[in-house]
């Protein structure tokens, strides 16, 4: 019985050796194998390729893209340029405008990027006074914003009768920040086929703030007010004294020809 005994006491040991042996074994296994999977699998956070870089940088841009066609879409049931826009709608516009800047490309236009401003723009919505929102009188004509970079100086031409008759504002700028122009207005007049007439010339210290919110290959958005500027139509009475004092108060949202 003893050595009976003796003999199953060591059988047991000799078990418990080789199933520590191979506990050890496996584990060491284990760690061997977990250290030649790559850095990521162990954390399961993969690292991002430039292709999915690319992807997303395209995704933004499509929705630019969306967005300005939204844009344009709840403008266009009021014509083009949109003139008497509802003020739900304007409040939609403003707040697809919104999305739109949050997106802005070239946030320093005004300054290191002006030339992306250079050219023709048409305005297709503003909540401005006339004439700035295409309006003059009675009338509504083709607005368009022409920038000259390399000379300083822009021009608002207001177009009739497919510009036999163009009202011309002329101004200039200087740059405040990297996304703000002051702009000083010069004068005014009236070009009747092809030919100009006497200008007239504004009162000093006729200006407004440019803040370019958005710009990119081929849309331009823009918020001005007089912010401390004088405004000759304002003394005149011709629209309300309280409006457009604030630098962003007026929208414009614009396309390049």
């Given at each position: 019985?003893?050595?009976?005994?003796?003999?199953?006491?060591?059988?047991?040991?000799?078990?418990?050796?080789?199933?520590?042996?191979?506990?050890?074994?496996?584990?060491?296994?284990?760690?061997?194998?977990?250290?030649?999977?790559?850095?990521?699998?162990?954390?399961?956070?993969?690292?991002?390729?430039?292709?999915?870089?690319?992807?997303?940088?395209?995704?933004?841009?499509?929705?630019?893209?969306?967005?300005?066609?939204?844009?344009?879409?709840a403008a266009a049931p009021f014509g083009d340029p949109a003139i008497g826009v509802s003020d739900t709608a304007q409040d939609d516009i403003d707040g697809l405008v919104r999305q739109l800047e949050a997106q802005n490309p070239y946030p320093d236009a005004a300054s290191t990027n002006s030339e992306k401003l250079g050219g023709t723009w048409r305005v297709r919505y503003s909540n401005a006074v006339p004439p700035s929102n295409g309006q003059f009188g009675p009338f509504v004509g083709e607005p368009f914003?022409?920038?000259?970079?390399?000379?300083?100086?822009?021009?608002?031409?207001l177009r009739f009768l497919g510009g036999l008759i163009q009202v011309v504002l002329s101004a200039d700028w200087a740059v405040r920040d990297e996304s703000t122009w002051r702009v000083t207005f010069r004068?005014?007049?009236?070009?009747?086929?092809?030919?100009?007439?006497?200008?007239?010339?504004?009162?000093?210290g006729t200006s407004k703030t440019w803040c370019m919110t958005?710009?990119?290959?081929?849309t331009r958005v823009v918020r001005a007010g007089q912010d401390g500027g004088y405004s000759p139509s304002r003394e005149m009475g011709l629209y309300d004294k309280e409006s457009g004092l604030e630098k962003d108060a007026f929208l414009f949202f614009m396309t390049r020809e």
């Open positions: 019985l003893n050595m009976w005994l003796s003999c199953r006491r060591n059988v047991v040991r000799w078990v418990l050796c080789l199933a520590s042996t191979a506990s050890v074994s496996a584990f060491s296994s284990l760690l061997i194998s977990s250290s030649q999977l790559p850095l990521w699998s162990r954390h399961q956070r993969p690292p991002v390729s430039k292709s999915t870089v690319c992807q997303l940088r395209a995704q933004s841009a499509v929705d630019s893209s969306v967005l300005k066609q939204q844009i344009l879409a914003q022409v920038v000259d970079i390399c000379a300083g100086t822009y021009q608002n031409r004068n005014i007049g009236l070009n009747v086929s092809d030919k100009e007439l006497p200008r007239i010339s504004f009162p000093a958005y710009t990119d290959e081929d």
